[in-house]
């Protein structure tokens, strides 16, 4: 099957001596009675070699090979691909911003306290949300405001 460059369809070509034309329009596709003879082929050996050329590579309207149009084509669409599977893939696994502010104290209700000796007590805080995240590295120790406007005491506690 060939690519007639004059209607623009796949096509039939018939191989005759001196050309190769398309089965659909008639249109000469390759045209051999012009060349000179520079091998040892016969016409017809060198009209199948040319129509094996042109199979492999064939021109559109423009003469640009629809080949090439076909790799460029599936490479464009293959890196559109890559592009969105990437943008999806840091959209869906971006990390919970945490709603701890490390340059100002924020506020926290009190849930619940638990005392478990005559030093040591447990506090629970509730979150703004209850999808909210502290934000808190482990292992990192929390700095905590308390008291009256009067008398505030600021502690750095380990988290639990």
Not at 42 to 70: M, P, Q, W, Y
């Amino acid at each position: 099957m060939l690519w007639c460059s004059h209607c623009g369809r796949s096509c039939s070509s018939y191989v005759t001596d001196t050309s190769v034309s398309c089965g659909e329009c008639g249109k000469i596709l390759v045209d051999l009675t012009h060349r000179k003879k520079t091998s040892k082929r016969t016409n017809k050996e060198e009209i199948l070699a040319s129509s094996l050329a042109i199979e492999n590579c064939s021109e559109d309207r423009n003469g640009f090979c629809a080949v090439s149009h076909r790799v460029e084509m599936s490479l464009a669409v293959a890196l559109i691909a890559v592009g969105v599977g990437t943008a999806y893939y840091f959209y869906v696994h971006q990390k919970p911003k945490g709603c701890l502010d490390p340059e100002n104290f924020k506020e926290f209700k009190l849930v619940k306290r638990t005392e478990l000796s005559h030093n040591v007590a447990k506090f629970t805080f509730a979150l703004p949300t209850p999808n909210s995240v502290l934000g808190l590295p482990i292992g990192q120790r929390m700095s905590c405001r308390f008291g009256t406007k009067a008398n505030v005491c600021v502690g750095k506690f380990w988290m639990t």
